[in-house]
């Protein structure tokens, strides 16, 4: 098959540091195929999620929260899986609060169709979601345009400097419940694409997550563009939480963690009709 005939395929992502780390090689074109041809699309995660109820990218960032919502047009990638292994998304305040505090309280979420807003629903299930992008939660919390924020991506480091402070970090909530780690984000393909086409974007995946591993400096530096003004050591210390092994290869414990999340959420009625996970490559 020459180079011409590769079928194109568009790849959207979060314009993260732990995702740019992910796509790196990729990105840059270190690892190819003549099967198939990747174009980059960058939009958050919240923004992902809704366009995959369309079905609009072939190859996509998603919520675990969004599959049971685009389970029909998507099956979900063995690499590529965000995961908090006993630390995951964080509820901060302006003051001091504790957890049943946040009881009735309005919190700022970065999206309802986020897992992290899921996480927190079955965490504390009485309070009134204030959505707004995912930046702008640490200040309406700092303006107290609400009590609380939903802190996704690096905040989850840096959030002591702007002088907040933690009420929840539900994935340590979770492992200690439930022993599990929490799955937060997954890659999904469309399942209109030929299995050929499948297999090699599960292939690409996996190389491209292992390359950024294997060439960590190289692919830190290319990362810390996306990395908000982060010091190179704290930018390290979030991709090194949230692409790991289990990044690489979902295994058997991650989709039976999302399983129990998904059962819950539905359980819960948080999430309309009960799924069952499905993993390709």
Same mark, same amino acid.
């Given at each position: 098959?020459?180079?011409?005939?590769?079928?194109?395929?568009?790849?959207?992502?979060?314009?993260?540091?732990?995702?740019?780390?992910?796509?790196?090689?990729?990105?840059?074109?270190?690892?190819?195929?003549?099967?198939?041809?990747?174009?980059?699309?960058?939009?958050?995660?919240?923004?992902l999620?809704?366009?995959?109820?369309?079905?609009?990218?072939?190859?996509?960032?998603?919520s675990?929260?969004?599959?049971?919502?685009?389970?029909?047009?998507?099956?979900?990638?063995?690499?590529?899986?965000?995961?908090?292994?006993?630390?995951?998304?964080?509820v901060?305040?302006?003051?001091?609060?504790?957890?049943?505090?946040?009881?009735?309280?309005?919190?700022?979420?970065?999206?309802?169709?986020?897992?992290a807003?899921?996480?927190?629903? *079955?965490?504390?299930?009485?309070? @009134?979601? &204030?959505?707004?992008?995912?930046?702008?939660? =640490?200040?309406?919390?700092?303006? #107290? !345009?609400?009590?609380?924020g939903?802190?996704?991506?690096?905040?989850?480091?840096?959030?002591?400097?702007?002088?907040?402070?933690?009420?929840?970090?539900?994935?340590?909530?979770?492992?200690?419940?439930?022993?599990?780690?929490?799955?937060?984000?997954?890659?999904a *393909?469309?399942?209109?694409?030929? @299995?050929e &086409?499948?297999?090699?974007?599960?292939?690409? =995946?996996?190389?491209?997550i292992? #390359? !950024?591993?294997?060439?960590?400096?190289?692919?830190?530096?290319?990362?810390?563009?996306?990395?908000?003004?982060?010091?190179?050591?704290?930018?390290?210390?979030?991709?090194?939480?949230?692409?790991?092994?289990?990044?690489?290869?979902a295994?058997?414990?991650?989709?039976?963690?999302?399983?129990?999340?998904?059962?819950?959420g539905?359980?819960?009625g948080?999430?309309?009709?009960?799924?069952?996970?499905?993993?390709?490559?």
């Amino acid at each position: 098959m020459t180079p011409t005939s590769a079928t194109e395929i568009v790849c959207a992502h979060s314009p993260d540091s732990d995702d740019a780390f992910m796509f790196y090689a990729l990105a840059t074109k270190k690892i190819r195929s003549r099967l198939v041809n990747f174009r980059h699309v960058l939009a958050d995660i919240e923004t992902l999620n809704r366009k995959a109820v369309d079905g609009v990218y072939e190859l996509t960032a998603i919520s675990y929260h969004a599959w049971p919502y685009v389970a029909d047009k998507y099956v979900l990638m063995a690499s590529g899986s965000s995961v908090g292994d006993g630390y995951g998304p964080l509820v901060v305040s302006a003051r001091p609060l504790e957890p049943g505090e946040l009881k009735g309280r309005r919190i700022g979420i970065p999206g309802k169709m986020t897992t992290a807003f899921l996480a927190l629903s *079955l965490f504390e299930p009485d309070f @009134e979601a &204030v959505v707004m992008p995912f930046d702008q939660i =640490m200040p309406a919390v700092a303006e #107290h !345009a609400v009590d609380a924020g939903l802190v996704i991506h690096e905040g989850q480091l840096t959030y002591g400097r702007g002088g907040f402070h933690a009420v929840a970090d539900l994935g340590r909530w979770w492992k200690k419940t439930y022993d599990l780690p929490l799955p937060l984000g997954a890659n999904a *393909l469309l399942r209109s694409l030929s @299995e050929e &086409v499948k297999a090699e974007c599960c292939r690409l =995946m996996r190389e491209s997550i292992q #390359h !950024a591993l294997d060439h960590r400096e190289e692919s830190l530096n290319y990362a810390l563009q996306f990395a908000r003004d982060m010091e190179p050591a704290l930018a390290e210390k979030f991709i090194g939480m949230y692409v790991n092994h289990y990044t690489v290869d979902a295994g058997a414990l991650i989709p039976r963690a999302a399983q129990k999340l998904l059962d819950l959420g539905y359980d819960a009625g948080l999430i309309p009709q009960k799924v069952q996970v499905e993993f390709v490559g």
